[in-house]
């Protein structure tokens, strides 16, 4: 009787210590939650600017080079995944908009907020496949 008493015990931590290791490897790393926890914050300061309406080229740059070299760090935080080729291509489409928003200084808040709007877009296309 005792045996069968351990050998329950056994199987029921051995249950619970596998769904523990299982859960663990499913959450990844931290590095892909860094990536877009940085982004997020950064996206975050950019809206706060042009709401203050200081959206002069100069105070928008450091925030918009954060988010070039975060774009660089895309594929690495995230691939694979179940489709690399789409997930690639909104990665190229996020860069782009980047680097439009950093080629041109904006004219005034409404531009600024437009270039804004044109990375969240990519974002948001992404997450709406990928993010589920």
Request: charged share 15%; glycine share 6%; aromatic share 6%.
């Amino acid at each position: 009787m005792r045996s069968v008493v351990t050998l329950i015990i056994g199987l029921f931590v051995g249950a619970l210590l596998t769904v523990i290791a299982l859960n663990s490897l499913k959450k990844g790393t931290a590095y892909p939650n860094g990536v877009m926890a940085v982004m997020a914050a950064q996206m975050g300061q950019l809206d706060g600017r042009i709401k203050a309406k200081a959206c002069a080229g100069p105070d928008l740059e450091a925030n918009l080079g954060t988010l070039v070299a975060l774009g660089n760090d895309l594929e690495p935080a995230f691939l694979p995944t179940p489709d690399d080729e789409a997930f690639s291509k909104y990665a190229s489409d996020y860069r782009a908009a980047v680097d439009a928003a950093l080629a041109t200084a904006p004219a005034d808040c409404d531009a600024a907020a437009k270039s804004l709007n044109a990375i969240s877009a990519t974002c948001k296309a992404c997450h709406q496949q990928f993010k589920s």
